[in-house]
């Protein structure tokens, strides 16, 4: 009985030894729930990511659809001084100014247009597994993302100055 009480104590030994170590599989079942619990946070800010990136890109669509309202009625408005040549006439700067800001109008919604697209990449790439794993890849997404967002406020400053300027080339244009 000795020898096997020796035994057990030694595998007793053993076994805590192996177990201070962090060797075995004790050490692996415990750091799954850690990765599993780090790869589910990482899905989730990316889905948050995702979603910002939807709302700046509905902002992006409406930019574009303000810009293209303002061009269509600066073409209207250059059309009806067109048609009255008597008030082209006596109107040639305003005529000037309004084709200068319908071109602006055109490149805006262009540049909305081209922005979307890029916004829906960048939405594409956020969407690949790999993305949500690599957490320099996933800032770098995110900070790109904030740019543009930012750059969709830019462009609604930009377009609130452009429809002051319509409205008021549009009332000066009434009082001559």
Sequence with gaps: M?????????????????????????????????????????????????????????RMAKIQERAQTMEQFMAQEMERLHQNPAAAEGNAEQLRNQERLH?????????????HRAMAQLRTMMGEPGAAANGDVQRDMDQLRQH????????????????????????SGEGK
């Excluded at 850690?34 to 990136?53: A, K, N, T, V, W």
């Excluded at 543009?148 to 429809?163: K, N, P, Y």
């Design 2 to 58: 000795g020898d096997s009480r020796m035994r057990a104590r030694r595998l007793l030994v053993l076994g805590a030894a192996v177990g201070a170590l962090g060797v075995g599989p004790v050490t692996a079942a415990a750091q799954q729930p850690g990765r599993m619990m780090q790869e589910h946070q990482q899905q989730m800010m990316m889905q948050q990511q995702m979603q910002r990136l939807s709302q700046s890109m509905d």
């Design 148 to 171: 543009w967002d930012d750059v969709a406020g830019q462009m609604e400053e930009s377009l609130q100055i452009m429809e002051r300027l319509r409205d008021r080339l549009h009332v």
């Design 103 to 115: 071109n602006m109008a055109q490149a805006m919604n262009d540049g909305a247009q081209e922005m």
